[in-house]
C-alpha cells in the first residue's frame, strides 16, 4: 500500500451553456476556484493532471498543451488521462496514485469540457463500431435503451414499475438541482406527470430521463497526509478505490449485470474495508446520465439485489431524506460536463465528508462513495471518501 492521500481543495464552475467565456477561461475558472477554496498558490503544485472526454467532442485535439497557462501547468509535470465519461475518475484516481507513491505532495486535477461548441451526437457516433454499433445503437440513448431493457427483461421486472421508479429519479434529482446545487445546468422544477408523459428519446427513455450536454470544469487539489496535516484544511481522505473495464462489444459481456461495474465497487470497498455498502455508506453520487443506469448502479454496488432497486426507489430508500442519499447534487443527470463529470462526483464526495456541501449537505455525512462510467458501457471507477483516514 502506498501513502495516505486526501483532497484539501475543491473548485468547480457554474455549468451549463457557458458562451461568455472561452474554452481557457472556462478551465481557468475552476482552477482560480481551487486556489481560493485552499489559499494556495500555483507554485505550491508539485504536478497536473487533466482530461476531458475524446477532444474530438469539441474539436480541440490535444488539450492539455492549449490549456496548460490556464491550468497553471507551465513548466510542471502534466499528464493526460482520457476514458470517454469516466474521465473525471480517472483523473481523480490519476491524482491519488501519483501523491500514493510518493512522487507528489501536491496533484492539482482539473476535468474540463465545452460540449456546446461541438457535435456530441456526431462523437458518439463517430467513435462507436463503424459496422454494427454505429448505426444500431445511435449513440448514448441507443447503448443505455438496449441495457435498461435488457436488465429489465432479465430480472422480470414490470415495466410500468420501471418507469414509475425512473420518473421518480427525475423529479427527486431535478428537485435538488434546482433547489441547493448553484453550480448546476439544468434547474428544473419537474412534476410526475412532466417526466411519464415527455417525449420519447429511445425507448423507454424519454427527455428527462437523459442528462444534458454541458459546459464547465472542476478542479481538485490531492495531497500526502504529511502535507495536508501542515495545511490544516478540511480534508476528505480517500478509503479506497477501485477501476475496471471491460469488451468493447456490447454483445461480449453481460450488462444486465456490469461486470466492471461490480468488480470496480468491490475493489474500492475491500481497500476501504466496507461489508455492507447501503448501511456504512452516508451518501453516494452514482454517475447517472440516464435514470434506467442510475438504478441498475444500486444494484451493482451492493445497495440492494438485483431486480430489487425500482421498489426501493419508490420506497424513498434513495432519496434525499432516505436510507441512503443519492446524489443530492442532481448529478450527471442535472449537469454533464463529460471530461469533469466524474470529477464533480468526486467533488461533491469530498464536500459532503468534509460538511461543506451547503444546501445539499446530507447531516452526519462521514463516509461517501464517488462514480463514474464510460464507453459503451465499457469503464466503471469507484472512489471511497471519508472524514477520518
Not at 192 to 213: E, G, H, K, Q, S
Not at 231 to 241: E, H
Request: proline share 5%.
Amino acid at each position: 500500500m502506498g501513502r495516505q492521500v486526501g483532497i484539501v481543495g475543491v473548485g468547480q464552475t457554474r455549468h451549463g451553456k457557458r458562451m461568455d467565456v472561452c474554452y481557457p477561461d472556462l478551465v481557468r475558472e475552476a482552477v482560480r476556484a481551487v486556489f481560493e477554496d485552499t489559499g494556495l498558490s500555483p507554485k505550491d503544485i508539485d504536478a497536473v493532471v487533466s482530461g476531458s472526454m475524446p477532444s474530438m467532442m469539441e474539436g480541440v485535439a490535444l488539450t492539455q498543451f492549449y490549456f496548460a497557462d490556464a491550468m497553471q501547468a507551465v513548466g510542471k509535470p502534466i499528464l493526460k488521462t482520457e476514458t470517454c465519461g469516466s474521465t473525471g475518475v480517472s483523473i481523480a484516481q490519476t491524482a491519488y496514485y501519483w501523491v500514493s507513491s510518493g512522487m507528489a505532495d501536491l496533484v492539482l486535477a482539473v476535468g474540463h469540457e465545452k460540449m456546446n461548441e461541438g457535435d456530441s451526437q456526431a462523437t458518439m457516433t463517430t467513435v462507436m463500431e463503424p459496422f454494427y454499433q454505429r448505426y444500431f445503437l445511435a449513440g448514448a440513448p441507443g447503448v443505455f435503451s438496449l441495457q435498461s431493457q435488457e436488465w429489465s427483461v432479465r430480472f422480470n421486472i414490470p415495466a410500468d414499475k420501471v418507469r414509475e421508479a425512473a420518473a421518480r429519479i427525475s423529479v427527486n434529482h431535478h428537485d435538488s438541482a434546482a433547489n441547493d446545487n448553484p453550480y448546476a445546468h439544468l434547474k428544473l422544477k419537474l412534476s410526475m406527470d412532466d417526466v411519464l408523459n415527455a417525449p420519447i428519446i429511445t425507448y423507454p427513455i424519454r427527455l428527462f430521463d437523459v442528462c444534458p450536454n454541458s459546459d464547465g470544469a472542476c478542479a481538485l487539489i490531492f495531497a500526502s497526509e504529511s502535507k495536508a496535516r501542515k495545511l490544516g484544511l478540511p480534508t476528505a481522505w480517500i478509503k479506497g478505490v477501485g477501476y475496471r473495464g471491460e469488451e468493447q462489444f456490447f454483445g461480449d459481456s453481460d450488462k444486465a449485470v456490469w461486470p466492471s461495474a461490480v468488480e470496480a465497487a468491490k475493489e474500492a470497498y475491500d481497500r476501504a474495508g466496507i461489508r455492507n455498502p447501503r448501511k456504512e455508506l452516508d451518501v453516494a453520487e452514482v454517475y447517472n446520465p440516464f435514470t434506467y443506469q442510475e438504478m441498475l448502479f444500486y444494484e451493482c454496488f451492493g445497495f440492494c439485489d438485483f431486480g430489487e432497486a425500482p421498489d426501493l426507489v419508490l420506497k424513498g430508500v434513495f432519496s434525499r431524506k432516505g436510507e441512503l442519499p443519492i446524489c443530492p447534487s442532481g448529478g450527471t443527470l442535472c449537469t454533464n460536463p463529460i471530461g469533469a463529470t466524474g470529477l464533480i462526483r468526486t467533488a461533491e464526495a469530498a464536500l459532503q465528508v468534509t460538511g461543506r456541501a451547503g444546501p445539499r449537505q446530507v447531516p452526519g455525512a462521514k463516509l461517501a462513495l464517488a462514480h463514474a462510467m464510460g464507453g459503451i458501457d465499457q469503464f466503471n471507477g469507484v472512489i471511497i471518501l471519508g472524514s477520518e483516514k
